[in-house]
């Protein structure tokens, strides 16, 4: 009877140790390599998002991203007028996903860019600027749905004022290798109470060959207005330019581009095949 309370007493102690044990034993973390990253200091939250990915979100947000992108492919025309000088005058077409892009010009000339190369067409058309025209335009276009492209990287700025009005802030820049100017940068503006895009200042590096100091030291702005929806997406449709300084924001008009006739379209077809008569441009 003895060895029986003994053994009893010795298994209700075990389990009394082994209750205890667990009570003080910290939960277990399990790991998470999928977790998005945040801000070393919780950032604009316990666990929330770093403050250039909210930036990011609310714009993209704004502009009805997902809802963009579930469109095919979409067209506009663009006439653009800069230092009093007529520019371009066309059709733009590009996926929504910018992969493909294609310009008719009102000369009856055609820029196609099928993914790989830029073509031409015909062969011997002016080739001024080509390469220029066939990524510039489209990327003002796209730019509210290219903030977290791959290669890019957005710093947050301080707060500016633009129309007597302040404005969020973040540069845009591009890892090297990253599209035809990795060394382009971007100032974005944010709408404070819409959240859209509403300017963007920038430098032009293409074709300079890695020597930016001509580029950095004459920054330009587009600067975005008279919106419309198409499908409840708003686009603008007049684009205005201007210099620009880290100091006092925009300064003098350069020029202007009106936007008409946005449609979208749910196929592609054959209008970024490599047309005949054409020449590839570097």
Not at 87 to 115: A, F, P, Q, W
Not at 125 to 132: I, V
Not at 251 to 279: C, H, M, Q, V, Y
């Amino acid at each position: 009877m003895k060895r029986i309370f003994v053994v009893l007493f010795s298994i209700v102690l075990l389990s009394c140790n082994q209750k205890k044990e667990e009570k003080n034993k910290p939960p277990e973390v399990t790991e998470n390599k999928d977790l998005t990253p945040v801000e070393p200091d919780g950032g604009i939250g316990d666990g929330a998002l770093p403050i250039s990915n909210h930036f990011i979100k609310t714009i993209e947000k704004a502009h009805k991203k997902d809802k963009f992108l579930n469109h095919k492919a979409i067209s506009f025309y663009v006439n653009i007028i800069f230092n009093g000088k007529e520019h371009l005058d066309g059709k733009v077409t590009m996926l929504t996903n910018s992969s493909k892009i294609r310009i008719d010009k009102k000369d009856e000339s055609k820029l196609i860019y099928d993914g790989k190369n830029v073509y031409l067409c015909p062969a011997d058309a002016n080739d001024k600027g080509a390469r220029f025209d066939m990524f510039t335009w489209s990327y003002f276009f796209g730019l509210p749905y290219k903030l977290n492209d791959p290669g890019t990287k957005l710093e947050m700025q301080n707060d500016r004022m633009l129309d007597n009005t302040t404005h969020s802030t973040a540069k845009l820049t591009f890892e090297a290798g990253t599209g035809d100017a990795p060394d382009d940068w971007y100032v974005i503006y944010s709408d404070p109470i819409s959240k859209s895009l509403q300017a963007a200042a920038y430098i032009v590096t293409f074709g300079s060959d890695g020597n930016t100091s001509k580029a950095e030291a004459d920054p330009h702005a587009i600067r975005y207005k008279e919106f419309t929806t198409v499908d409840d997406i708003p686009f603008a449709t007049k684009w205005e330019f201007y210099g620009w300084t880290p100091e006092k924001g925009m300064t003098d008009k350069l020029g202007e581009a009106t936007i008409t006739d946005i449609t979208f379209l749910e196929s592609e077809g054959k209008l970024f095949d490599d047309p005949e008569n054409s020449k590839i441009i570097d």
